[in-house]
């Protein structure tokens, strides 16, 4: 697996796996249209538009074919004005689950942090994401900060 800097003809994939943010249960006020509207928004947002800063990678196997991507940029912590490195997005394909795909994307997000001289890394992700919750814990991310909703 080889990963590199996003070239334009990435641009229908990055999109493409925008829906696998959501493949877990949504909250039931979460309207699913609504949601995959916004992702796929989102997504063509970012590969069309990056944010100074932002820099999208992608992983591929031997022969080309397209597993997942990272999108990062720069990140000023708020409460105590420390600048860190964070992962707008992080998706592999069904074709790249179990071979590694995401773990050597994270390890690329940690090596860019590091490079921008970050001392953190930071993620969002949704608590009913269990997959990937669990698998940024075994990665060693703590939680920080959790989002309480109350439907009224």
Do not use: C
């Not at 999208?56 to 708020?78: C, N, R």
């Not at 004005?81 to 590694?100: C, L, M, N, R, T």
Request: glycine fraction near 6%; hydrophobic fraction near 40%.
């Amino acid at each position: 697996m080889q990963i590199r800097a996003f070239q334009e003809s990435d641009k229908d994939f990055i999109v493409s796996l925008a829906l696998r943010f959501m493949d877990f249960e949504l909250m039931s006020w979460r309207d699913p249209d609504k949601m995959v509207e916004s992702q796929l928004s989102l997504a063509q947002e970012s590969v069309d538009n990056l944010s100074p800063g932002t820099e999208i990678f992608v992983a591929e196997d031997e022969t080309g074919e397209l597993l997942g991507f990272l999108e990062v940029q720069p990140h000023k912590d708020k409460l105590n004005d420390i600048e860190q490195g964070y992962i707008v997005a992080i998706a592999v394909s069904p074709q790249g689950e179990g071979k590694g795909v995401g773990k050597g994307l994270m390890t690329k997000a940690e090596e860019w942090s590091r490079q921008k001289g970050y001392r953190q890394l930071i993620l969002n992700v949704f608590n009913n994401n269990l997959r990937a919750v669990n698998f940024y814990k075994h990665l060693n991310y703590e939680i920080e900060v959790v989002k309480m909703v109350k439907e009224l």
